[in-house]
């Protein structure tokens, strides 16, 4: 049963305009949750993370919401750039983030000039 | 500079063959972890381990084999590869302290033929 699901494959947007990606999670003992980014050929690199007790948190063009009644959280970027073109996964865990993380499939953002 | 060292980055190997892919980190972080990578999948833990001395099966362990005798090393084994097992694989770690996740390799690209 997959704990976190990001059901969109895939995304194509223009450049400027806003991206959003989802993620959708079942357990409700997950209090940590992180975006990474990842390029071809080069491994997974941390993004941006929030704790369960937050709904909110910003890192400059970057922002994660949280829904804890929905278990869903999403990822703003805005303005976007064509070098935000990656695959994105989402992952949760639990105990602050200490445990082992449970990732997405990822959603492959494509950011058009 | 800091960080994981992944090798080799890429490999064609024989169905059948042995086959060590070599992790080092210099951050001493306690936790290492062995993912991989399929399109459509995402990334599915295969071992872990959470000091060094122990390890633990992750999601898809069948087939792999590990082991942890000090802080920086986290070899993975192969012992009789199969076509199955072509894939992208990357090692992390993490000093489940903090609040950035994992620290990720750059990755190697193994396929068995």
């Known amino acids: 049963d997959q704990q976190v699901k990001q059901n969109s494959p895939s995304l194509s947007v223009q450049e400027g305009r806003i991206s959003i990606l989802n993620c959708d999670y079942t357990n409700s003992m997950f209090d940590y949750f992180l975006w990474y980014k990842k390029y071809p050929a080069e491994g997974p690199t941390f993004l941006i993370s929030?704790?369960?007790?937050?709904d909110k948190n910003e890192d400059g063009r970057f922002t994660v919401f949280l829904n804890k009644s929905a278990k869903h959280l999403s990822l703003h970027i805005v303005p976007s750039q064509p070098g935000d073109s990656a695959v994105y996964f989402c992952a949760a865990s639990t105990q602050g983030g200490s445990e082992k993380l449970v990732f997405g499939k990822g959603t492959k953002l494509t950011v058009n000039p | 500079i800091a960080g994981i060292t992944q090798a080799p980055t890429s490999q064609i190997l024989a169905a059948g063959r042995r086959m060590t892919l070599r992790c080092t980190q210099d951050m001493r972080h306690n936790a290492m972890y062995w993912y991989r990578q399929d399109l459509g999948l995402g990334l599915r833990l295969i071992h872990y381990s959470n000091t060094a001395g122990t390890t633990g099966k992750g999601e898809v362990p069948d087939g792999y084999s590990v082991s942890r005798a000090n802080t920086d090393d986290f070899p993975l084994t192969l012992a009789s590869a199969v076509p199955s097992q072509t894939s992208v694989y990357f090692c992390a770690s993490s000093d489940r302290q903090g609040s950035y996740g994992y620290t990720f390799g750059s990755g190697t690209r193994l396929t068995v033929v």
């Open positions: 929030i704790s369960s007790i937050k």
